[in-house]
């Protein structure tokens, strides 16, 4: 098996041109304008990771497979998930699904094919499974605005932009990237700092904060700052003063070790 050769992101040449033919479905796959519309209409906002081996007609190798890697990467259907075929089957699984496609050549890698592995005018196998998707269309939207633009929206709205971006981070954790795993985190705290017009909303605003602040808490003790790690566990006191989770924090920080923690994320 050959793994650096995905059906996303760097193929060379001519996969890569039939690849951008992808995102004009409407004139090349045949399918009905309107459902498949609204289908690719998700794909920027829709991010998975996914295990895959994909094999050509009748081989029993695949020619390329990530089934190797422990927690395989978040992916981007349309970014770095490009390969027509795999763009529509992964929109019609759930999460724990596992699939089994076969892309002719108009929905893989064309004509031409992809020399070479793939060679011109191949059909070709794909095992799936999916392992976890997240919609991030409303915080992409909300990180593309301006300051002043964010603060004109709905509360509820920046909630859930704060709950994908904490979800982020979790998936990050989980793959033990820490670094990256804190900056979603921060980007989560850092727009839920607005002032509340009701008790009711300040209580909602509180529980978001409470969330992100153990997690930050946790991930510094994994990037090894403790004092970083007890300044968020005591910013999560101050909310819930009696949050068991948030005292484990505090109490880590003066005797841990990073490779011993427990994974009490607050997921």
Not at 8 to 29: N, T
Not at 151 to 159: I, S
Request: proline residues 6%; neutral net charge.
């Amino acid at each position: 098996a050959v793994q650096g050769a995905e059906p996303w992101g760097g193929l060379p040449g001519p996969c890569r041109g039939e690849r951008l033919c992808a995102r004009r479905p409407s004139a090349r796959l045949g399918l009905a304008a309107g459902p498949l519309a609204f289908l690719f209409s998700l794909l920027c906002v829709l991010g998975c990771a996914v295990k895959y081996s994909g094999y050509l007609e009748h081989a029993d190798e695949p020619f390329c497979t990530n089934c190797t890697t422990k927690l395989p990467r978040l992916m981007k259907l349309g970014e770095d998930i490009t390969l027509r075929g795999l763009e529509i089957g992964l929109l019609t699984m759930k999460k724990g699904e596992v699939a089994r496609f076969v892309f002719t050549p108009v929905y893989a890698y064309g004509q031409q094919g992809c020399p070479p592995l793939i060679p011109p005018n191949a059909t070709v196998l794909f095992e799936v499974e999916m392992l976890d998707f997240l919609d991030s269309a409303d915080s992409d939207a909300f990180f593309a605005l301006t300051a002043e633009q964010q603060d004109t929206f709905p509360l509820q709205k920046v909630l859930k932009v704060a709950d994908t971006e904490r979800e982020f981070g979790n998936y990050l954790y989980r793959k033990q990237c820490f670094e990256g795993a804190k900056e979603r985190y921060k980007r989560a705290y850092s727009i839920l700092g607005r002032s509340p017009s009701s008790v009711s909303e300040q209580c909602q605003i509180d529980a978001s904060k409470l969330l992100v602040l153990l997690n930050l808490s946790v991930t510094y003790l994994k990037l090894e700052h403790p004092d970083r790690a007890l300044m968020y566990g005591e910013k999560a006191l101050e909310i819930d003063h009696r949050n068991a989770k948030a005292l484990f924090r505090c109490g880590q920080q003066s005797d841990f070790s990073a490779s011993d923690l427990s994974e009490n994320l607050a997921l």
